[in-house]
């Protein structure tokens, strides 16, 4: 085995947590430092720790016995070093934050530095690469939301974990003939409502990438009723909108939001239905559960891929990539082809035709 290009390199999580942070890590860790003999510097709460310095060099216990635990045992932020339009930020102590950044990457003696995150952190991480420095990225997020990889890691445990929810609601909207309302996460992507709503049976499934109008909804759960089914299940994603809240900008549907004083899609959800229909109607939020816990057996086999897979860039020097799942394989895109990309679900994706052959409601029939 020839010499490895990187000897040193930086790790962090950054964005929300999700299942499978500690399973990357491991695999990062365990790869680099056992097959490639590096040096690996564990940095705090994501790029806050790197601009304050707040970093230690790992040994192996600290990456061994870690597989199966929730969150990250780095600790996380949402800091972000750079403004939307990829200004850098207000100084901290007389230096703008990427400049701290840069000051520590070297100070740390980093050959490159290792990012675990989403769709905020690759646009970092790429506006880091545009600066000089050397960046990995490994996809995570609950919200499967992030363009080149078909799945993140995170998605599996969280969907696993929301049709649970799912299963449970199902036996007790039928004891009491009730329309279940239940809320998921998935930011502005509909992949979680989608897969746990067909995994979980739901009736209707409501995704941010397909308008809903709410007589398509009322319309169903009545039809529903007259075949013999008082009960359903409504699978809504948080960012989920009606056709009217569609046509809006978004400072306009944040204002409505404001005026409305709704807490969440959910319960925006159960005004319309009560108000159109009278049906008796409960809302289920899962909230942060959906990042809770263990990771899936999925997502541990997936994390421990992108890991080494990681590792083998660094030992390459092959940087400025994240490392993606195309088919069975796992690949590495250049940054810039990722950064400030959202991938959403098609409207034609086989999961909604699939819905939709078993009768699924989304809402815009
Ligand atoms: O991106 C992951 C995610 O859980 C989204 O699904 C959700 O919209 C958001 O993060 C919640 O963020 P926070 O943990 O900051 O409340």
Not at 45 to 53: H, K, N, T
Not at 116 to 134: C, R
Request: aromatic share 6%.
């Amino acid at each position: 085995m020839g010499k490895s290009a990187t000897r040193t390199f930086g790790i962090l999580t950054s964005g929300g947590d999700c299942p499978g942070l500690n399973a990357a890590i491991r695999g990062v860790a365990k790869a680099a430092y056992g097959m490639y003999d590096m040096n690996i510097v564990g940095i705090s709460d994501g790029f806050r720790g790197l601009i304050d310095g707040e970093a230690h060099l790992m040994i192996p216990s600290d990456f061994s016995g870690i597989l199966t635990r929730g969150g990250t045992i780095l600790g996380t932020s949402r800091e972000k070093p750079f403004k939307k339009n990829g200004a850098m930020t207000d100084s901290t102590e007389g230096r703008s934050k990427p400049e701290a950044i840069k000051e520590n990457y070297r100070k740390l003696g980093l050959d490159c530095l290792v990012v675990l995150g989403g769709n905020g952190t690759h646009k970092t991480a790429n506006l880091l690469k545009q600066e000089g420095l050397n960046v990995i990225g490994l996809p995570k997020t609950i919200d499967n939301d992030i363009y080149g990889t078909y799945m993140t890691f995170g998605f599996h445990s969280a969907m696993e974990i929301a049709t649970e929810a799912i299963d449970r609601l199902h036996t007790t909207a039928d004891s009491h003939n009730r329309v279940m309302i239940i809320e998921v996460m998935g930011h502005r992507a509909g992949w979680l409502a989608l897969y746990s709503g067909v995994a979980g049976g739901g009736d209707i499934i409501l995704i941010p990438e397909i308008p809903y109008s709410i007589d398509s909804i009322v319309n169903h759960l009545m039809r529903r009723e007259r075949d013999g089914k008082p009960f359903s299940i409504i699978v809504v994603a948080e960012g989920a909108l009606s056709r009217e809240e569609a046509k809006l900008s978004k400072e306009d549907r944040k204002k409505k939001l404001k005026k409305d004083n709704i807490p969440s899609k959910g319960y925006a959800l159960k005004r319309e239905i009560d108000k159109a229909s009278g049906m008796e109607t409960r809302v289920t939020v899962l909230g942060h559960q959906q990042r809770g816990g263990a990771p899936s057996p999925f997502d541990r086999i997936l994390a421990t891929r992108f890991g080494t897979a990681a590792a083998e860039l660094l030992y390459q020097g092959k940087y400025g990539k994240m490392v993606a799942l195309e088919g069975n394989k796992i690949v590495a895109k250049p940054l810039e082809e990722i950064a400030g990309k959202l991938k959403l679900v098609p409207t034609d994706h086989f999961l909604v035709q699939t819905a939709r052959n078993i009768g699924t409601c989304f809402g815009d029939d």
